[in-house]
């Protein structure tokens, strides 16, 4: 350096960090869905709504009307009445509910935008058949509360009020009651408390420049050593106090998420329908995950080129500390992520096992109290 002064600028630049997207605001899940309407908002919604309304006075309607005593007057077996009317409201509902996905698909087919694969067939195919389970579920859950309500109006109140609870209030309420369970920075806190941190080095930077800067001419390997060491202290900080809060924010959505799924099977369907789709939190997750395995496999692979450069410093993570030599772009490391449809059945196979198990227990419930209802 001699007797000239040392510079007292530098610009570096973090090669390898990741930046989270954070979404400033909340949205309304259920005025979106009204904006842009979609499969899973109708089947979710409104289809349970019409499986309701066809099964409120399956039973407490006929026995208003006296033909629920006729027919049992005959040798007919309960569970063939209550099967009977169960399949006549599920193919009512799921008819017309199948003819418009096929007509769905067959615009989207025939206009070429999207391209439809094999994978692509299977998931709709999954995604068509857990829409079939979920009906039947309210249709279950119709025949069980028609078959303990003498009126039909009670059912009817009954079911709407059971309706609005589970679709409506549990999946577009309860999670934002249940978030405050556990408290996470809002993205203004967070900076400030990252700010806060970071200070200490923008401070020792000015120390740095004592030893010089690594873009003069003919640079103090001392000064590149120091401000390499910088570099990294603040890089790994800085990313440790990012993964960190991303975290937070996924545990908290991670604990709404395994509430809600106990408390409405409209969430379960919801979520089956993300994971089928490769899409929501779930997805997000698992990107996250992988850009984290990536980095890791980036950052050894320009750990191990520079090693093999014999004139390299070995100052990570500073450019001027590293090999120059250029790489081979075929060595690089690739980015990938797993979205099969083997991924996605495996990411839902907890909620379908809970949407079919529910499904299923609200039929026997049906089924139960069928049996046991009086017919006069």
């Not at 990938?336 to 996605?344: D, L, S």
Request: aromatic residues 12%.
């Amino acid at each position: 350096m001699g007797g000239d002064k040392p510079e007292r600028t530098y610009r570096f630049e973090f090669p390898w960090k990741l930046d989270y997207l954070q979404d400033t605001y909340q949205k309304n899940s259920m005025l979106q869905s009204f904006t842009a309407l979609d499969w899973s908002f109708i089947v979710g919604v409104v289809m349970s709504f019409v499986a309701v309304l066809f099964t409120f006075d399956a039973i407490s309607g006929e026995r208003e009307r006296g033909t629920l005593k006729l027919t049992m007057s005959n040798s007919v077996p309960r569970d063939v009445v209550l099967l009977g009317k169960f399949f006549g409201a599920f193919i009512t509902v799921a008819v017309p509910l199948l003819i418009g996905m096929i007509l769905s698909l067959l615009i989207v087919n025939v206009s070429g935008s999207v391209l439809l694969d094999r994978n692509d067939w299977e998931r709709i195919g999954l995604m068509t058949a857990i829409s079939f389970i979920y009906i039947s579920l309210f249709i279950s859950l119709g025949l069980f509360v028609s078959s303990r309500m003498r009126h039909s109006s009670t059912s009817l109140l009954v079911l709407l009020f059971v309706w609005v609870v589970l679709v409506v209030l549990v999946p577009n309420t309860l999670g934002s009651v249940v978030s405050t369970l556990r408290k996470v920075p809002s993205q203004r806190e967070f900076k400030q408390q990252k700010d806060t941190m970071m200070q200490a080095f923008n401070k020792s930077m000015d120390e740095l420049f004592k030893y010089g800067s690594p873009t003069q001419p003919n640079p103090n390997p001392k000064a590149i050593e120091l401000w390499a060491g910088y570099v990294t202290a603040r890089l790994e900080t800085d990313t440790r106090l990012d993964d960190e809060h991303l975290d937070e924010q996924f545990a908290q959505i991670q604990l709404a998420r395994r509430i809600l799924r106990s408390a409405s099977p409209t969430t379960i369907y919801n979520y089956v329908m993300e994971s089928l789709a490769g899409t929501g939190f779930g997805r997000h997750r698992k990107f996250v995950d992988a850009t984290r395995r990536y980095r890791g496999q980036f950052v050894d692979y320009i750990k191990s080129a520079d090693r093999a450069d014999s004139k390299s410093l070995h100052f990570y993570y500073l450019k001027e500390g590293l090999s120059e030599k250029p790489v081979t772009f075929e060595d690089i490391p690739r980015f990938v992520e797993p979205t099969g449809i083997a991924t996605a059945i495996r990411d839902a196979l907890m909620d379908i096992s809970l949407l079919l198990s529910l499904s299923v227990a609200l039929f026997f419930a049906g089924y139960i109290a069928f049996l046991r209802c009086d017919v006069r």
